[in-house]
Nanobody, 123 residues
Framework: QVQPVESGGGSVQAGGSLRLSCQAS????????MGWFRQAAGKEREEVAT???????TYRDSVKGRFTISKDNVKRILYLSMDNLKPEDTGMYYC?????????????????WGQGAQVTVAA
């Protein structure tokens, strides 16, 4: 399995929490940038949070203070902890990796993509 594999999606009420996990294969070096992206129905895919190979993290403004990206390099798992979820957080969440330590500015520059995990937040 070359592509990463997501798990942990589900349905919650607004204000609830979920944690997504992304298992990276041995093809995805620990020095690679990894990130979480999401796509709502009828909308373009957008970056949610990234973690560079040096550990530097970034977040989109709408999730700052609510979401946390982290990585266990021994287990090769990328996490996205999501608290105080809102209906506008609903979408398919994808894990991706890029063959660079610094995270790319453009989504198409990510080389490895998972199949996605659905997150649904009810009002």
């Amino acid at each position: 399995q070359v592509q990463p594999v997501e798990s942990g999606g589900g349905s919650v009420q607004a204000g609830g929490s979920l944690r997504l996990s992304c298992q990276a294969s041995s093809y995805i070096d620990n020095s690679f940038c990894m990130g979480w992206f999401r796509q709502a129905a009828g909308k373009e895919r957008e970056e949610v949070a990234t973690r560079g190979g040096d550990g530097k993290t970034t977040y989109r403004d709408s999730v700052k203070g609510r979401f946390t990206i982290s990585k266990d390099n021994v287990k090769r798992i990328l996490y996205l902890s999501m608290d105080n979820l809102k209906p506008e957080d609903t979408g398919m969440y994808y894990c991706a990796a890029a063959e660079f330590e610094s995270c790319p500015r453009k989504i198409p520059e990510y080389n490895f993509w998972g199949q996605g995990a659905q997150v649904t937040v009810a009002a």
